[in-house]
Each structure stands twice: as C-alpha cells, then as structure tokens.
C-alpha cells in the first residue's frame, strides 16, 4: 500500500521549561524531533508541512493530553489546506471527553498536483480551549505521514443527521446512519451508500481499507462501548461475519475509533457499522460542530487498496 515517509515527534518529560508544554485555542502542535524524514515528500517549518510531491497520503497522529481550560473534553484537528488565498480547508477530528489522556486520528489526502497557485499543507491544531500536554510521557504528540506507491481510490460517508437538532440514540445491533458523502474525499464509483439504512455497498471485489469514528455522548449500559463492522455477502442466504471491532472501555463523551482490512470475493457485497453492545444496549451520538455546519456524529472511509 505505501512505503514509511515522514515521522515527527514532540518531547515530553524531557522537557521541563515553564509553559513549554502549554497549546494555546487554535494553536498549532509544533513537533520538535524527526524519526525519520525522507527527502522529496514534505518539508516542515514550524508545526506546517507542505508537500512537494503529487499523490496519495496516509497520516496518523496521537495526542497525550494532561489537562485544559473548560468544563469539555479536547480536541485536535488535522487541517488539509490548499493554501489559497481563499483556502478551502478540510478537518479531520480527533476527539475525547476526557481531559487527561490520549487522542489519535488518520486521514487519507490526495494531493492532485505541485506546482499551480494551491500550496498543500497539513497541521495539527488544538481546535479545544487552552490545552495543557503531557509531561510525564516520553513524547506527547507524534505523526507519520505516508506516501501511497500506487493510487488509491476511496470514498467517505458521514453521518450528520441534519433534521435532527438534539443528540441521536443507537440501539443494539442498530446501524450508524451514515447519510451523507463527504465531497472533499474524492469518489469510487465501486463504493456506494445506501443513506437510509447506513449501508455501503462494494461492487468490485479486492482488499479494502475501513476506518471510523464515533462520536459518542454514552450508554445506557454500565461500561463499554462497543461499534462492529458486518460484511454481509449475497447468497440464499446471504453470509453475513463480522470484520472489524472498536471498543470503548469507559461510558463517557468519546470519540470510539476502529480500523480494519476485508477482501471482499463477490460482487455486491455490503457493510454496515453497528452498536455492538447486546441486550438492549443504546449508544447517544453527539456531534462535533463548527459554526454554520451540521454536526459530524460519525464517519467511516473505505479505500480500494488491491
């Protein structure tokens, strides 16, 4: 799928300056230490990397959080910007209700081209109020950015429910009502949703990539929340497993993140995102909103790697 570019990290107990750990609202995370850096990708300046090569990027990221002003958890983005003088930006969230503790995303951007007027970058920013890092870890926030060896084609849905002003419940075994495809993501013509029922539907067969989150406010149960992803192939009658698993231990506001790689053999096969808590278990999405948009209580990418 892609061959090991770019890792950063930023040092944690290591650094013991006053305020050094210490990321203002809107701030950027500025990594300080390169693992490994491979000429020809990015350059970075200043918490910013901007792209000198064309093509398909993965990126992962992780956040060690020690505390923050407010009553609400944290929350950093990754904004993808083509650097206009207008930009259009995109923000990938990773989210937790908790103040103390630890944040991860990913992100698959393409970059079409180098050269015209857009300038492509990628930053990490505290999109919470002023946040605190830890400073007892090795490192509190790292990156890696990996370049894809061939094009990858994938496709985002996104579960808004715009009618609905207040939070939305999921019952056991119920799906994510994934609605909406996300534009910014470029499109698979073999990946389709159903919006009203959630399901996505793969046409051709090959390995697929899938990632979610969910945003997530509690449970009615007492502990965990569960989300599974069932692939269900056609047939009389239609054989139907579960591939992926994401698990939250605790019942609180959270972000419940999953990943997982499925061949698909036969034409037509579906997925569907799931509360996979049983016994009557309902799980309340929330939805975190920027001003003059619908709140995103979920997302899930699919990516046709072979």
């Not at 050094?20 to 000429?39: G, K, M």
């Not at 090569?53 to 992962?60: L, N």
């Not at 890092?133 to 496709?155: F, H, M, P, R, W």
């Amino acid at each position: 799928m892609a061959v090991f570019g770019i890792q950063y990290i930023r040092q944690g107990a290591a650094v013991t300056t006053a305020g050094a750990h210490d990321v203002a609202a809107n701030a950027v995370v500025e990594f300080d230490t390169p693992r490994r850096e491979e000429t020809g990708m990015a350059t970075y300046t200043d918490g910013v990397f901007t792209f000198v090569t064309a093509g398909d990027y993965y990126i992962a990221w992780q956040v060690a959080v020690k505390t923050a002003v407010g009553l609400e958890g944290q929350q950093f983005d990754l904004e993808f910007s083509d650097g206009e003088t207008t930009p259009t930006v995109v923000k990938y969230p990773s989210s937790s209700g908790l103040k103390n503790g630890q944040l991860s995303g990913t992100a698959l951007i393409r970059i079409p081209s180098i050269g015209g007027t857009e300038t492509w970058t990628i930053k990490l920013v505290n999109s919470g109020a002023n946040s605190t890092l830890n400073d007892t870890v090795e490192y509190n926030a790292s990156i890696s950015i990996l370049k894809a060896v061939q094009s990858l084609q994938g496709v985002v849905f996104q579960c808004l429910q715009t009618a609905e002003t207040d939070d939305v419940t999921v019952a056991s075994d119920a799906a994510v009502l994934f609605d909406t495809t996300a534009t910014y993501a470029g499109t698979n013509t073999n990946i389709t949703l159903t919006a009203a029922t959630g399901t996505i539907t793969v046409a051709q067969p090959g390995r697929y990539l899938f990632d979610w989150a969910v945003n997530v406010v509690g449970s009615t149960g007492t502990n965990a929340v569960k989300f599974k992803l069932e692939k269900s192939e056609p047939g009389e009658p239609a054989t139907v497993t579960e591939v992926g698993l994401s698990e939250s231990p605790v019942n609180q506001p959270y972000t419940v993140y999953g990943s997982t790689v499925v061949d698909v053999g036969v034409a037509n096969t579906t997925f569907t995102l799931k509360n996979a808590n049983i016994a009557g278990v309902t799980h309340t999405l929330s939805g975190v909103s920027e001003a003059g948009a619908d709140p995103l209580r979920a997302w899930i990418r699919v990516v046709e790697v072979a």
